[in-house]
């Protein structure tokens, strides 16, 4: 019986979770050269399954006599481990703290681990003990092709969360970042904006690249242009001190601007604030938009451009349920698609404009 089309480690074991189901306390279970010939599989796939089901106390082996089936308590919670990027940012901590809430919601065990931004989690997978991993902000750039192995072939599933890796049998949910950039372009357009700029304030990646794609993508479908500020923000260091740093160096030349969109609203609140240190108001002088919604001093009056984090952390825990229960006819690949939140940051330039371009 040959395991094709899905993650080989996960069908893997779906299916002997359910020929364990099927036998008696105590019974003698294949071993791993039986299950390599019958599943046609290597012991690469075959190991991990077997330590996993161990741990989960469905089987026991003894030296010497072989591996026994053994039935745990029925009603055992799911286990869900957040991995958290330890990446200074508020949304990071936000979006564990959703998830977390969520999971204790759909009686799953959960605890949240922090993770070296700096390392590769891909790595860690194959240790781990748990019913589903969670992966939060810690992919920031295009997977390696060992990252994709590593995840396809983990032992126990894993979910991305806040990155979208588009490849096949890779799980995540994400919001959507390209329509993001073109909802904030139409936005500022239709408040009478033509100078348009995209601070770019965060590591480079596919995150960003794919707000600007969007931002440009619409801002051109109006006859306007985008020029791209790079703060040259690189991973690990202080992305609020490179922003204002930036912009000291820069300052005359944000003038030229009506609008600004801002990678992130950490960044952007930074930035409003070094601006009213030189005098220059939001958004009486240059309008303001972010993306993310945060919780920090300073945010309550910058409007942004969000994925609801409550949609996102119910996604994966409906995603996660689909797993522990072996329901495998969803989507794995999922994007939120993200609204304007309106705080006052951004001016109308021209009265009835905003009425005009809808219509």
Known sequence: MELNKENKAELLYGRLRDRIETMTEGESFPSVRQLMQEYQVSRFTVDPVLRKLREQGHLESVIGSGTFVRHPEIGKQPKLLILESDWPSPSIRDMSALLAARAQKMNFA?????VDHREDFCRMLPALSADVVVANSLARDLLTADQVRSLVNAPVPCILCLNAARVDRVRFVNGNNQAAGMIVANYFFRHGHRQMAFLRTEPHGVASDDLIQGFRLAAGTFGCDVDVLDCGTKSGEDSSERTRGYLARNLNRLRKYSAIFVGSSMTAVAAMSFLAEHGIAVPEEIS??????????????LSVA??????IAREVLDMASDIVNRRFDRNFQVEISPRIIERGSVKLMQPGCLLVAQG
């Open 288 to 301: 303001m938009l972010a993306l993310g919604d945060v919780k920090i001093a300073g945010a309550e009056r």
């Open 306 to 311: 969000a994925s609801a984090r409550a949609d």
């Open 110 to 114: 959960h605890e949240i681990v922090p």
